[in-house]
C-alpha cells in the first residue's frame, strides 16, 4: 500500500444537533508503534491513511487511540469521545530467500551412492508460505550425479563419481519460497572431489618411454695376462607414428547462456606420445554443428560460439570434434561436447486478445466461467485459476449496484530470477434479470375527499410504483386487481419474463359520509429492529379499533411485503415476530416495509409498518477471555421499555411502544470484556 492510500474512516455523532456544539475534531490521541508518524488522520473527515511505507518484517501491528471532540466555542466545556483500534499488517512476499550454507565443498572419490554431501539451507525473511523454501539443481548436474531433496536441501550422491573421468563440479542451486508470486535466489556451489589411490602403476616399453640408449662396449684379446680396449656405442631409436592423440576425456558437457556475443567457452587439450610431426596436431569440428554456430582454433584447440545464440530455435548441441596428428599415415581421435543453451527470460507473454469482453446475467451462481486466458485475480467480485487462466465469479452480482467491471489481468512466466509478463483488460458486462418486483413510493395511500368535489375523470391521486430493474423488467404497468368502493388493490406489475409485480392499497374517505368501520389510529410507523435478528423476536403490536373504541372481533395479517415469509403476525392481537432471520441482512436491505390488514366481516383497514435494520456490535482487541464480550443496558427510566441479548447484543421491545407517549428513545449499551480487571465500553442508541 502506497503512502497516502486511505486505510479507515472513523465516524463519531454527537446529538447536541447543529453549530460548534456538533462539530467534531478527530485526532490521534496515542499511537502505539516502534515508528512514529506512521499513520496520519484528518481531523474533519476522520480518514486514517498511510504516512509512510508499512514493512511487515519491521511493524506486524499497531495501536492506535483516536479521540473526537467537539468545538464548543468554551474551551472548557467541549466534551470528547475516544475509541481505540488495532491496525494489522500483512505479509507480502518481498523478501527472497537467503543462502546460509557453504558455497564450496569437497568428497572423497570412492564415497558411496547415498552419502550427503551437504546440507544447503537458505532462510527467507517472510512469514507463513512466503517463508517456506524449496531447493532445486538448476544447472551442472546434466549427467544426473547429484540428488538435492526439495524440502530439506540435502545434496547426496546419487552416481559412482570418478575423479580421473570429472575432479569438479559446478551446480547452480536455487532457492524458492512458496509465495505469490514466488521469489528465488540462486547460489555457485562447487564440489571437488578428492583422488583415492586406486590406480596401478604401469611400464611402457617403447620410443616414448625412452629415445636414446649409451653402451659401454670392452674388446679382450687372449694374451696372458689379456688385454683390454672399452668404447661407448650410442643408439638412437627412431619413433614411429604408432601413438594415436589422446583427449583427456571422451566427453564434455558445457551450458551457455542464449543471446551471448561470441565467446570463448573452453579448451580442448589432446596428447600425442610421438615426436616431431607425429606429435603434431591440429584441431577440428567434424560433427554436429552444420549452421556453424561454433568454431575451434586448429592449433590451440580453444572451442568458441561464432555468433549469439537463440534457445527457441535450438536448445542443445552435440558436437564431435577430432585432433589429428601430422604423422604418415596419419592418426586421430574425437571428443564430444555436448553444449546445453541456457534460456535467458526475452520473450513476455502473449494474449491472444489486447482485451476481452464477457456479457454475465446477474443472477449466474459463483462458481461459473467467463474466459480463458492466463492472469491472476481481480477485484474481489471474479477470482482467477494462476494456472489455466479461467476467470470464474467470485462473488454474487447485482446489476443494480454495478451494471458491468473493467479489470486489467496480467499473464506472467516463471522466471525465478527475472519473469516477464504482459496485460489484457476484461470488460464484464451484468445483464439485467426480473429479481426486482415493483415497490410503491406509499402504501397504503389514504385519500381524502368532498362528495361535492368529485367529478368525471377528475385525477384524485398518483399510486406511484419504482422498480430497480432495467429496460422492460423495469418497466410498470398499473391495474386494479380488486376493485372496490371504499379500498381499492392496485398491482403494479413489470414487462419482465417472466413477470413481477406486487399489491399496493388506495383507500378513499369521503368527508360528508361517516365511516363506521375499523381503522388503525395512524397509517404508518416506524420500527427499528436488530438484524439477523433470532427466531421469535418480537417487533411491535398493530392494533385496529372501531369508533367506539372497541377491539373484538378484528382478525390480522400481512397483506404485502412479506416476500421471504421472515415474519409472522397473531391473527387476534395484531402482534409481529420474526418468523425467520432471512433477509433481515442490513447491508442487502437496510428497510422494509409490512402492510397489515385488520378486517372484520363488514370492513377493512390498513397500516403500514415501515422496518429500519439496526446493528449493535461491539469488537475487543484481545485474546481469550479478555476478548469476550456481554452486552447490557445501561439502568434509566425507558429501560424497562426493551431487553437486550447479553452474548449476540440484540435489543428487542419488551413492551407495547406507543408514540404518543415515547416520540424518541435513547438508550446506552454496554460492553463488559471477561479480563482481569474488567474492562467496558459504551454507545448511545436512538430511536
Known amino acids: ?75 472548557s466545556q467541549r466534551r470528547w469521545g475516544s475509541v481505540t483500534a488495532r491496525v494489522f499488517v500483512t505479509d507480502e512476499n518481498d523478501n527472497a530467500p537467503v543462502f546460509s550454507s557453504s558455497s564450496a565443498v569437497s568428497v572423497m572419490e570412492d564415497q558411496p551412492v547415498g552419502f550427503v554431501v551437504l546440507y544447503v539451507v537458505a532462510q527467507d525473511a517472510d512469514q507463513g508460505e512466503n517463508r517456506r523454501v524449496s531447493y532445486f539443481i538448476e544447472t551442472g548436474n546434466a549427467g544426473g550425479t547429484f540428488s538435492l531433496n526439495r524440502n530439506t536441501g540435502s545434496l547426496s550422491i ?97 551450458e551457455v547462456p542464449e543471446n551471448m556475443e561470441p565467446v570463448e567457452l573452453f579448451t580442448l587439450r589432446a596428447t600425442d606420445l610421438d615426436t616431431g610431426d607425429s606429435g603434431e596436431m591440429t584441431y577440428k569440428i567434424t560433427e554436429g554443428d552444420p549452421s556453424g554456430d561454433f568454431r575451434v582454433d586448429r592449433k590451440s584447440g580453444v572451442l568458441s560460439t561464432s555468433r549469439p545464440l537463440d534457445r527457441e530455435r535450438r536448445a542443445r548441441y552435440s558436437l564431435t570434434v577430432t585432433a589429428l596428428d601430422g604423422g604418415s599415415p596419419a592418426l586421430s581421435s574425437t571428443a564430444t561436447i555436448e553444449v546445453t543453451l541456457l534460456d535467458i527470460n526475452d520473450h513476455s507473454p502473449q494474449f491472444t486478445s489486447p482485451s476481452y469482453t464477457a456479457d454475465l446475467s446477474e443472477d449466474v451462481p459463483i462458481g461459473s466461467l467467463v474466459q480463458y486466458f492466463l492472469s491472476r485475480g481481480s477485484q474481489g467480485m471474479f477470482i482467477i485459476d494462476q494456472h489455466t487462466g479461467h476467470v470464474i465469479t467470485a462473488a454474487p452480482l447485482d446489476r443494480e449496484r454495478t451494471a458491468s467491471y473493467t479489470f486489467d489481468v496480467c499473464a506472467t512466466d516463471s522466471s525465478p530470477t527475472s519473469p516477464r509478463n504482459s496485460t489484457a483488460t476484461v470488460t464484464v458486462y451484468v445483464q439485467d434479470v426480473n429479481d426486482n418486483a415493483p415497490f410503491f413510493i406509499q402504501d397504503p395511500l389514504v385519500i381524502n375527499i368532498s362528495a361535492s368535489s368529485v367529478s368525471s375523470h377528475r385525477v384524485l391521486a398518483t399510486m406511484r410504483a419504482e422498480d430497480r430493474d432495467f429496460g422492460a423488467n423495469g418497466s410498470v404497468f398499473y391495474r386494479f386487481a380488486s376493485p372496490g368502493q371504499r379500498t381499492l388493490i392496485v398491482e403494479a406489475m413489470d414487462q419482465g419474463s417472466p413477470a413481477q409485480s406486487s399489491l399496493g392499497v388506495v383507500v378513499i374517505y369521503i368527508r360528508e359520509q361517516t365511516y363506521r368501520g375499523i381503522h388503525f389510529s395512524r397509517h404508518a410507523r416506524d420500527v427499528s429492529l436488530q438484524e439477523n435478528a433470532a427466531k421469535g423476536t418480537a417487533v411491535v403490536q398493530t392494533q385496529a379499533q372501531y369508533p367506539d373504541g372497541s377491539r373484538s372481533g378484528i382478525s390480522y395479517s400481512i397483506f404485502s411485503g412479506n416476500t421471504l415469509h421472515s415474519f409472522g403476525i397473531s391473527s387476534s392481537t395484531g402482534e409481529i415476530w420474526v418468523q425467520s432471520s432471512m433477509g433481515l441482512d442490513y447491508e442487502e ?67 407495547i411502544m406507543d408514540r404518543e407517549i415515547w416520540t424518541q428513545t435513547k438508550l446506552v449499551v454496554t460492553a463488559t470484556d471477561r479480563g482481569t480487571p474488567r474492562l467496558a465500553g459504551s454507545a448511545t442508541l436512538t430511536e
Not at 224 to 249: G, M, Q, Y
Open 158 to 254: 546419487l552416481k559412482p563419481i570418478d575423479r580421473e573421468e570429472q575432479d569438479l563440479f559446478n551446480l547452480t542451486i536455487v532457492a524458492q519460497d512458496h509465495g505469490v508470486p514466488a521469489l528465488s535466489s540462486s547460489q555457485l556451489l562447487s564440489v571437488q572431489v578428492i583422488d583415492v589411490n586406486d590406480e596401478v602403476p604401469w611400464f611402457q616399453e617403447n620410443q616414448e618411454a625412452q629415445e636414446q640408449y649409451t653402451l659401454t662396449v670392452y674388446a679382450r684379446d687372449g694374451g696372458v695376462p689379456p688385454n683390454f680396449a672399452r668404447a661407448s656405442v650410442k643408439i638412437r631409436v627412431l619413433d614411429e607414428n604408432d601413438n594415436a592423440p589422446a583427449f583427456s576425456r571422451l566427453y564434455y558437457s558445457l
Open 589 to 655: 436491505t437496510p428497510r422494509l416495509r409490512l402492510v397489515v390488514k385488520a378486517e372484520t366481516a363488514s370492513s377493512s383497514s390498513f397500516m403500514a409498518v415501515n422496518l429500519i435494520l439496526q446493528d449493535v456490535v461491539a469488537d475487543d482487541l484481545d485474546q481469550g477471555q479478555n476478548g469476550q464480550v456481554t452486552y447490557s443496558l445501561r439502568s434509566s427510566s425507558l429501560s424497562g421499555l426493551f431487553k437486550i441479548d447479553p452474548l449476540t447484543g440484540s435489543i428487542t421491545t419488551a413492551a
Open 1 to 75: 500500500m502506497e503512502p497516502g492510500a486511505s486505510i479507515y474512516t472513523f465516524q463519531a455523532s454527537d446529538q447536541d444537533g447543529s453549530g460548534p456544539n456538533s462539530l467534531l475534531t478527530y485526532s490521534i490521541l496515542h499511537q502505539y508503534s516502534d515508528l512514529p508518524d506512521l499513520l496520519a488522520l484528518d481531523p474533519s473527515t476522520g480518514v486514517l491513511t498511510l504516512a509512510q511505507e508499512l514493512d511487515h518484517e519491521v511493524t506486524s501491528s499497531l495501536i492506535l487511540v483516536i479521540q473526537a471532540t467537539d468545538s464548543a466555542l468554551n474551551v
